[in-house]
């Protein structure tokens, strides 16, 4: 059966895949931010991970508000990578699993009442794409199969933290149920805090970053119940996303093995990542 | 949320991108967005106006893509700054110098307000 192994928080800074496809890895700047992935990836590697279920945002890749989907799910095999206006990244196509995806929809919808837009095609944003060379090989192909899910948190009214909770517990329930033995990593992007528009351009906080990690892996509930204005005074506007990390953590154990943090904060964004083992899956191992 | 205007604007120096706004600037975004494709952003490069015409930007939204204006097109024409950074990206106009103009400041007076100065952070 299915198992939920492992649960990873990250940003995803477009800047951070610019400056890995230019090599920058041991540049002073970016150093502390690319380290700060090796033990992330080491880790995941040695859990035997399979699958990895990446909740992220579009950033106009694919999604236009024309039709906005709340929450948007890929049942593909194969996601290309986008073009966000200067280009595509030079990535393979991210490998996904169709049957996977389309259990996963089965259960979110009927199972759990998550009304889903299911996507047979999906263009990969940085949202998705910026993260997961940081956790997975990827040359000459992807070590792992990825589900992309796709949240709004450009268009208000979003979805509330409380109903991402929801829906990592939907999604555990959707992995466990899954007969063949796929080893899961939920992965939650954005954040941490920032700000890109008006007077306000460049916020940054990095004593709410702390506490939100700090809450995150060991009092996650008490972040669902923060209305959307707080996050953007807090985090800055655009750091709402910070929200998308709660249906990685619902997905998990209350208790969780910490296994990594990083966070960094150099120029416009708290950048941070946490690695989180489920308790209960790690019990029955 | 402000029920006469229908915005969440209680943060200062913040445009929340409220259903309102992005109604307001569809057409604005929409042209914004189309820059994703390589074969439009050359069609733009071409002919900047009749691109901007075709997806029926006001006279006002023009005039401002091109005065590179982002502060206006933001906070007064409904634009969202995810799609805004794909027309910055065709005059070389990252988030820096997109969020400077914002700030009222020069690149080089941003810069010195943040803790590490990465040139790359697009």
Same mark, same amino acid.
């Given at each position: 059966m299915g198992r939920l192994v492992a649960g990873i928080g990250s940003s995803h800074v477009p800047s951070v895949g610019v400056a890995f496809d230019q090599n920058q890895q041991e540049a002073p700047g970016w150093k502390p931010l690319f380290d700060g992935y090796k033990p992330a990836k080491a880790w995941l590697k040695d859990v035997g991970i399979t699958h990895a279920i990446v909740l992220y945002n579009d950033h106009g890749t694919d999604f236009f508000f024309d039709k906005y989907p709340t929450f948007a799910l890929g049942v593909a095999d194969e996601y290309p990578i986008g073009d966000e206006g200067w280009g595509a990244r030079p990535l393979p196509a991210v490998k996904g699993d169709a049957v996977f995806s389309w259990h996963l929809a089965n259960s979110l919808v009927v199972e759990s009442e998550f009304d889903l837009t299911i996507c047979q095609e999906m263009v990969m944003d940085h949202g998705l794409l910026v993260p997961l060379p940081l956790l997975f090989d !990827?040359? %000459? =192909?992807?070590s792992v199969r990825t589900v992309p899910f796709q949240v709004n948190?450009?268009? !208000?009214?979003l979805p509330t933290p409380h109903r991402l909770w929801k829906l990592g517990q939907a999604l555990r329930t959707a992995v466990e149920s899954y007969p063949d033995d796929v080893r899961v990593v939920v992965v939650g992007t954005g954040g941490l805090s920032h700000q890109l528009h008006? =007077?306000?351009?460049g916020h940054m906080n990095s004593d709410w970053d702390k506490e939100f990690l700090d809450r995150i892996e =060991?009092? %996650?509930?008490?972040?669902?119940?923060? %209305?959307h204005d707080e996050w953007m005074e807090r985090g800055g506007?655009?750091?709402?996303?910070?929200?998308?990390?709660l249906g990685m953590r619902g997905a998990?154990? %209350?208790?969780?093995?910490?296994i990594h943090r990083n966070y960094y904060l150099p120029m416009l964004s708290g950048m941070g990542l946490t690695v989180l083992e489920d308790t209960l899956t790690s019990a029955a191992a | 949320m402000s029920r006469e205007t229908g915005h969440s604007d209680h943060i200062p120096g913040t445009c929340v991108f409220t259903g309102q706004r992005s109604q307001q600037g569809l057409k604005l975004n929409s042209f914004a967005f189309s820059l994703h494709k390589a074969e439009n952003r050359e069609a733009y490069r071409q002919d900047p106006d009749g691109y901007m015409d075709g997806y029926g930007l006001s006279a006002w939204e023009k005039q401002k893509v091109k005065e590179k204006d982002w502060k206006a097109l933001i906070?007064?024409?409904?634009?969202?700054i995810y799609m805004l950074l794909k027309v910055g990206a065709m005059t070389g106009d990252g988030l820096v110098p997109i969020g400077a103009q914002q700030r009222g400041e020069s690149v080089e007076e941003f810069m010195k307000t943040r803790n590490v100065p990465l040139r790359q952070n697009m």
């Open positions: !990827h040359e %000459p =192909d992807w948190v450009l268009q !208000h009214p008006g =007077d306000r351009f =060991d009092d %996650p509930e008490s972040l669902v119940d923060i %209305p506007a655009e750091a709402v996303e910070m929200m998308v990390w998990l154990t %209350p208790k969780v093995n910490k | 906070e007064e024409g409904g634009g969202n």
